[in-house]
Structure formats: structure tokens, C-alpha cells
């Protein structure tokens, strides 16, 4: 992925008395949260300002401890560290259930978790006018934003979701979760074959990609056709929007949009917990899109 090189405004003025929140994961340069976080608090006028803070794997208990020596206000956290923060801090009711944690902010005794990414979820399907009562899913992938993703699934009631993911190990754990979690929701395991996948894909309305493949890769294509009637949603997103899952969808014909205004969206509802506003994500979409060069966020034929 390249780094985010554009700059939210040439406005904002740091003082001693300015508010830390930032991103932890790896890798992190690439994140598109300090453009659109910088916005949304230049917008609300509020004192604040939003980096991007790379921690490696081993060192998430270290980094939490720096943060809140420093006097850090919150963050985000992103791959791969949704499941470990989640054991740090304390959880509110959505991030119990999931499993995993992509916001935090500082409490009067520690930091608490919270989950926004599976209202990013919600809010960019019902952007797409994808229809989730008892709707059959196919889900590609099972890491911290696959559980997000579930969440969103169950609480717009879907009737069955398909699972699939290239470990075994970690399909069986999301397996688990998904049918200790979200007993009104049927989820069948699905094997990381593409004939499998591919007839599964050709049937169901709405399908989801919450992995990484080929991201970043020049000339690297999804793995599996999309084809099908129906919506599809990639959880991560590229600064042209043109991902490789986009590209699958957008062959086999389906509205799809890259992960974009999830991120927005997710944003927003991250900023609401901290500062308590909620920004208005469509004009900041618009701003954002404008700077990336888009013309629009989703991509259909």
C-alpha cells in the first residue's frame, strides 16, 4: 500500500493544550484515519490531533502502557492487533461479543474498548440497499473484521452466512464464536476451494471480503469470481478503490463498493466516543474522495 501523503488542512494550530488520539497496527502508514479524523475535529472545532503509530507484534502491551504514560486520549487500532487489545483493556457490551476492539479510549481507571467497525459495516451496506433479513451471506475471511462483520450480519438479522478463510485453524475458532454468539443466525463452514467457493458466491445476494489478498500487489487478481445478482462489500479499501475484490465483483456483475465508507463510518462512531459528536460522514466522503481522486465511492456496472 503507498502512504497517505494528503493533508487534511493547513489551519490547525498545536499548543501544549492540544489532545492526543492516533492508530496503532502494522503496517500503518498507509491510513487514511489521520486525513478524515483531522477533518471531522477541524470541522468541530476541537483542540485535537491524529496519528498514525506503527507497534509490532509482541509489543501491544508496551505500546498501551507509552500511550497512556503519555497522556494519550484514545485510538484506533487496526491488523493485527483487534484481538490482542481486546484482552488489555475493558470491553463495552459490542466489543464482548466480538471479540475484538478497534477503538479505545482513556477511562478514569484504564483504557476501555469499544467496536465501531461493525456499525461500518451496517452503515455501508445499508448504503449499498443491501437487504439483511434473513438474507444468505458468503463471508471470505475470519480474522478481527470478519467478527465485526458477523456482528452486523446477526443484528440485521441474515439467516445463513457462509464462512470460508485460508486457515482452517482460524475458520474453526470464528466458527465457534459465530454459533456460541449468534444463535438466531445459521453459519455453515465452507471449505477454501474455489469450485466451493464460487458456486456458494453464485447464489447468495450479498457477499463479503474481509481479507487482504492482493492488496497492494500490482496485477494480482481475486482469487474466485463474484458472479451473481446482488451487492457485494470489500472491508478493505485502496486509494483508487479499485481492489482486486472490487474488480471480481464489478465482472460478475454486482454493485459493490471498497471499504471506504466503512472506514468513514466507523470513524465517525470512533470520534462520537471520544468527543461525543457525530460527525456527518457523507460531506466528509465527498472531501476525502475529492483528495483520492475518486469520483465516487462504489463501483458497479
Known amino acids: 500500500m503507498r502512504e497517505a501523503r494528503i493533508y487534511a488542512s493547513t489551519d490547525v494550530e498545536v499548543t501544549g493544550k492540544t489532545r492526543v488520539f492516533g492508530i496503532i497496527g502494522d503496517p500503518v502508514s498507509h491510513s487514511l484515519s489521520p486525513l478524515f479524523q483531522s477533518r471531522f475535529a477541524l470541522l468541530h472545532d476541537i483542540d485535537a490531533v491524529y496519528v498514525a503509530l506503527r507497534v509490532a507484534e509482541g509489543q501491544v502491551e508496551t505500546a498501551l502502557a507509552g500511550l497512556w504514560a503519555l497522556d494519550v486520549q484514545g485510538f484506533n487500532v487496526t491488523v493485527p492487533h483487534k484481538e490482542t487489545v481486546a484482552g488489555m483493556v475493558k470491553l463495552d457490551g459490542a466489543a464482548h461479543q466480538i471479540g475484538a476492539v478497534n477503538t479505545v479510549r482513556r477511562g478514569p481507571d484504564g483504557w476501555q474498548g469499544g467496536n465501531t467497525d461493525w456499525q461500518g459495516v451496517r452503515d455501508a451496506l445499508l448504503h449499498l440497499g443491501a437487504q439483511l433479513e434473513s438474507a444468505e451471506v458468503l463471508l471470505i475471511g475470519a480474522g478481527g473484521t470478519a467478527r465485526a462483520v458477523l456482528h452486523a450480519l446477526a ?107 466503512m472506514l468513514l463510518a466507523q470513524g465517525a462512531a470512533s470520534f462520537d466516543w471520544w468527543h461525543g459528536i457525530r460527525p456527518d460522514v457523507a460531506s466528509v466522503m465527498t472531501w476525502v474522495e475529492e483528495r483520492l481522486g475518486r469520483c465516487r465511492a462504489d463501483r458497479s456496472q
Not at 470464528?174 to 458456486?199: G, N, S, V
Not at 457477499?207 to 489478498?213: H, L
Not at 482469487?223 to 457485494?232: E, H, L, R
Request: glycine content about 12%.
Open 155 to 261: 443484528k440485521g438479522g441474515a439467516g445463513r452466512v457462509h464462512i470460508c478463510n485460508r486457515s482452517p485453524q482460524r475458520l474453526q475458532e470464528l466458527m465457534l464464536h459465530a454459533t456460541d454468539t449468534y444463535p438466531d443466525t445459521e453459519f455453515c463452514e465452507l471449505a477454501w476451494q474455489k469450485k466451493d467457493i464460487e458456486a456458494v458466491a453464485l447464489h447468495c445476494p450479498l457477499v463479503i471480503n474481509t481479507t487482504s489478498i492482493g492488496l497492494g500487489e500490482a496485477g494480482v487478481e481475486f482469487p474466485f469470481a463474484i458472479d451473481g445478482k446482488g451487492v457485494a462489500l470489500d472491508a478493505v479499501y485502496s486509494p483508487d478503490g479499485q481492489t482486486p475484490f472490487v474488480r471480481a465483483a464489478v465482472r460478475g456483475g454486482r454493485r459493490v463498493v471498497d471499504g471506504l465508507p
